[in-house]
């Protein structure tokens, strides 16, 4: 006989209806969020698991109803990335926010090596999930197509790199136009040697953050040179590594926009071992607007994203529009905007 943890008997269907006064599908239709019942049976059953403590058996649940109230959040990104890259924290707080309100639960999951989207893509393909939000998807990840195949709903979080990845439902950020905004305040400020660290090149928001820049200095009449041009993966690492190498190579920058503040704070380490003087000598802007943009030294010129809208966002558009089916598709672009500071 099943107990509870205090030793009483655990509440059953059967106690739920009998004290309701109902019979045992009633109890089942209401706990299932059934139409086909009247308001005051559906009153008298919610008072019975209430005063018994009931607690529906999910797995049961599941089967009747095939949904599972659980929605996966996949970082296409190591675990270490996940855990240190403030961006991720502020996806999660505004998905999490959103469940929370619709009483979904989270499960967080990272998949970045080819047997860890095998592992993902036939989890979340058999009937685990009601629906996956994908963020930071790199060009090689197989996951959104591997989801379509399988019908699970999907919401991207980032424009995907390949055109023909199946994207129906979509949350993104003006990459383009935040970078155009960075570079032009550099180029409004006076700086003629505009070097950039961009961001992954398999990456949707690295190509077009990098776009952004080449557009403005073209528009400019400045020219791209491609000595002032290093790319990094959105890690503090690669950021100071990519600034070691723009000093190096002989382009002579007065001015850097990098493509994530996590990378700006590791160019702003080098420049500072280096006795570069930020703004006077060398300009940086980042993109984020992060927690640590305010606490940097200097203080980081940023562009803000709405990181935590675009989480809510994305659920938003999961639970309300993707898995019910309510359009065929859907994308929201996410304006940003220049945040002035001490480092250029």
């Known amino acids: 006989m099943a107990k509870s943890g205090d030793g009483r008997r655990r509440p059953t269907l059967e106690m739920v209806a009998e ?7 009633t109890v089942s239709r209401v706990i299932n969020g059934s139409a086909q019942v009247s308001p005051r049976t559906r009153e008298a059953v919610h008072n019975a698991i209430a005063e018994l403590g009931y607690s529906p058996n999910q797995a049961a649940r599941t089967l009747v109803t095939r949904r599972t109230d659980t929605i996966a959040l996949v970082v296409s990104e190591p675990r270490d990335l996940l855990f240190t890259d403030p961006f991720f924290a502020d996806i999660i707080r505004g998905v999490s926010s959103v469940l929370h309100e619709r009483d979904l639960q989270l499960m967080l999951t990272t998949a970045r090596t080819e047997s860890e989207h095998k592992r993902i893509g036939d989890y979340l393909g058999g009937s685990h999930v009601d629906g996956a939000l994908l963020v930071s998807m790199h060009r090689d990840d197989p996951l959104p197509t591997r989801l379509a195949e399988a019908g699970v709903p999907v919401v991207h979080g980032g424009r995907p790199h390949s055109p023909t990845e199946p994207t129906p439902y979509l949350v993104d950020i003006d990459n383009v136009g935040g970078a155009r905004l960075a570079t032009r305040h550099l180029v409004d400020a006076g700086r003629r040697r505009v070097a950039t660290i961009t961001g992954p090149m398999d990456m949707n928001a690295g190509l077009e953050r990098l776009r952004g820049y080449q557009e403005i200095l073209v528009e400019a009449g ?8 290093v790319q990094g993966d959105f890690t503090a690492e690669s950021g100071a590594e990519a600034m070691e190498r723009l000093l190096d190579a002989g ?26 003087r930020v703004p ?3 300009a940086v802007v980042g993109f984020d607007d992060s927690i640590m943009a305010q606490h940097s030294e200097p203080s980081l010129t940023t562009i803000h994203q709405p990181t935590v809208r675009m989480g809510q966002e994305m659920a938003r558009l999961l639970v309300d529009v993707a898995i019910p089916g309510g359009a065929e598709a859907e994308t929201v672009v996410l304006d940003t905007h220049l945040v002035m500071r001490d480092s250029g």
């Open 19 to 25: 004290r309701a006064g109902v019979g045992r599908g």
């Open 222 to 229: 400045l020219g791209v040179d491609e000595r002032l041009v």
């Open 251 to 276: 382009g002579e920058p007065d001015a850097v926009f990098v493509a994530s503040d996590l990378m700006a704070l590791g160019a702003l380490r080098v420049l500072r071992q280096r006795e570069i």
């Open 280 to 282: 006077d000598e060398v």
